[in-house]
């Protein structure tokens, strides 16, 4: 008797979630855009959708400059490793905002990194702003 009820109620929990992830995946059906930044909330903020839907290419899923463009390009201007904290320390948000906004060169780097201005806001680019701040797990410290 006591085993009928413990696998009831065990039976019971797993539907119970089966139907919570189903509905979960309908909502998300529902709204059927992938590329809206909202899709990504939760999953590392907004910034992480911007940064999935316009960064990958070059700077690689995780971040490390190497997605499936960067071969194209020159040694020494590679896109940029966004884990590399040592490096990104070195950088206020403003000029990482600048750098997206702008583009390389007005950062005096390479014209490799496009100018995100127009195609993407300014919230959209504060946002993944701080997502880089999350791959590199650093803050700016001036050096
Ligand atoms: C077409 C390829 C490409 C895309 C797409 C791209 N980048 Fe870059 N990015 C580069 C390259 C190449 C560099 C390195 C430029 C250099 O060092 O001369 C770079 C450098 C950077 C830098 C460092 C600038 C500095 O001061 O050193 C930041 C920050 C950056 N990218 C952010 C982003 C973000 C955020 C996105 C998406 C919104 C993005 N990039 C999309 C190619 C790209």
New binding site residues.
């Given amino acids: 008797m006591m085993r009928i009820l413990i696998t009831g109620i065990f039976l019971f929990v797993v539907f119970f979630a089966a139907v919570q992830v189903s509905e979960r995946t309908v909502q998300a059906g529902e709204k059927g855009d992938y590329t809206s930044p909202e899709m990504w909330k939760g999953a590392g903020g907004a910034g992480k959708g911007?940064?999935m839907m316009?960064?990958v290419?070059?700077?690689g899923e995780n971040g490390q400059g190497d997605g499936p463009?960067a071969y194209d390009?020159p040694e020494g201007?590679?896109?940029?490793n966004h884990t590399d904290g040592k490096y990104m320390a070195t950088?206020a948000d403003k000029?990482?905002f600048k750098?997206?906004n702008e583009g390389?060169e007005a950062?005096g780097?390479?014209s490799?990194?496009?100018a995100?201005k127009g195609l993407?806001s300014d919230k959209e680019i504060k946002d993944?702003v701080a997502y880089?701040r999350e791959l590199c797990k650093c803050n700016y410290t001036g050096k």
Avoid: E, I, T
Wanted: with cysteine; proline share 10%; hydrophobic share 40%.
């Fill in positions: 911007v940064y316009n960064c290419p070059c700077h463009l390009f201007q590679k896109p940029r950088k000029d990482l750098a997206v390389g950062v780097r390479s490799g990194m496009p995100f993407l993944v880089l």
